[in-house]
């Protein structure tokens, strides 16, 4: 059964950081790719990192590019957005998916085969 697990969100001040995880439990991050998106109340999902299933090729928002890093750990089947330098605007429910398409690149598109429940990041003072 596939299954997509958030964790690692919570209150932070401007400037502070957290590392979000994403278990996949079901899945070989080897096959697919993982992207990261998020969600603010009263807008639309954005895409804010992926990271392909082999090689390691990974995109990032222009929005977040430079604070934001994605990485996985096969192993544990597991995707971490390590986040830094966090900005109130960063505040949204934070949401990993699994793509069953090419296993040397990613893209952040809205057909994305599974979901995860979301975890909420808060950044405030």
């Known amino acids: 059964q596939l299954q997509l697990v958030e964790s690692g969100g919570g209150l932070v001040q401007p400037g502070g950081s957290l590392r979000l995880s994403c278990a996949a439990a079901?899945?070989?991050?080897?096959?697919?790719?993982i992207g990261w998106f998020r969600q603010a109340p009263g807008e639309a999902r954005q895409g804010v990192s992926c990271?392909?299933?082999?090689?390691?090729?990974?995109y990032y928002s222009d929005s977040v590019k430079g604070r934001f890093t994605i990485s996985k750990d096969n192993a544990k089947n597991t995707v971490y957005l390590q986040m830094n330098s966090l900005r109130p605007e960063d505040t949204a429910v934070y949401y990993c998916?699994?793509?069953?398409?090419?296993?040397?690149?990613?893209?952040?598109?809205?057909?994305?085969?599974?979901w995860g429940q979301g975890t909420q990041v808060t950044v405030s003072s």
């Open positions: 990271i392909s299933g082999r090689r390691g090729y990974t």
């Open positions: 079901g899945l070989d991050l080897n096959q697919i790719y």
């Open positions: 998916a699994a793509h069953s398409g090419p296993r040397y690149a990613c893209y952040l598109t809205s057909d994305f085969d599974s």
